[in-house]
């Protein structure tokens, strides 16, 4: 319950990562002597990130209070409902979706990259640090239609090059085509990421709640009590 949880607040937290490091500096305050303390434009926009992202949580838990989750990670129709219950979390309290996350961190890593290779390359670091696999070798793929790109325009591709970028294109489309991904495809795709996720979470989840049960069996009082099964726990029941 408590990684869930916690998972749930650095959701929210993430949520606001918009915010640039220089916004989030704290001034430091010093005060007269019978002087009443005079809010800072830093403390109250501190104020109003906190009292967003509480509003978020208040909203994710109301959630999860409503709906029932079951602990079984096997189970392909409690990760589909443990998922549809997520989307539902993210909905209301106006969260990123894994696939938007992502999407916002692409965004924000290369808006200074001027050259196509060290963008690609700024690609393949955030699916490493973010944990996805390149199950088709699509990386490697692309790495090549850059080189086939340059090499017929005898220099670097830079991404305001509109003709490069064109060919650059025309060859990512042939990619796209042979490895059978389509752009009306994108949605199923996102779903199907969403699913493994959920899985993985139901996956997490069981596990602390065994090693939960483990330690409270090893304490003398619990030694005749029989330890349930983890499908019949219920989060309601602990919010």
């Known amino acids: 319950m408590a990684r869930l949880l916690s998972r749930s607040a650095r959701q929210l937290y993430g949520s606001q990562s918009v915010l640039q490091p220089h916004q989030q500096a704290v001034s430091v305050r010093f005060y007269a002597k019978d002087a009443a303390p005079k809010a ?3 403390d109250e926009m501190l104020k109003g990130i906190f009292l967003e ?3 978020k ?3 994710a838990i109301g959630v999860l209070r409503k709906e029932k989750i079951t ?3 096997e189970d392909p129709a409690a990760v589909e409902q443990y998922a549809k219950v997520m989307k539902t979390v993210r909905e209301k309290a106006d969260l990123f979706s894994e696939s938007q996350r992502i999407q916002f961190t692409i965004k924000q890593r290369t808006a200074g990259i001027e050259d196509a290779r060290s963008y690609l390359l700024a690609l393949k670091d955030i699916r490493l640090k973010r944990g996805l696999t390149d199950e088709l ?3 490697a793929m692309m790495m090549d239609a850059l080189e086939k790109v340059e090499k017929d325009i005898k220099k670097p591709l830079m991404r305001n090059d509109k003709k490069g970028m064109a060919l650059l294109t025309e060859e990512f489309n042939k990619i796209n085509q042979k490895l059978g991904i389509r752009k009306e495809d994108l949605p199923k795709y996102e779903q199907e990421l969403e699913k493994k996720i959920a899985k993985a979470q139901l996956e997490e989840l069981k596990k602390d ?3 939960a049960m ?3 069996k090893k304490r003398e009082e619990f030694n005749d009590e029989e330890m349930p099964d ?3 726990l219920d989060i309601r029941n602990m919010l």
Do not use: M, N, R
Request: no cysteine; net charge negative; hydrophobic share 35%.
């Open 53 to 55: 992202v509480k509003k």
């Open 230 to 232: 983890v499908k019949s």
């Open 214 to 216: 483990e330690t409270q």
């Open 40 to 42: 800072l434009k830093g």
């Open 209 to 211: 709640a065994l090693e």
């Open 71 to 73: 602990i079984d990670p």
């Open 57 to 59: 949580f208040e909203t």
């Open 137 to 139: 070798g699509a990386e």
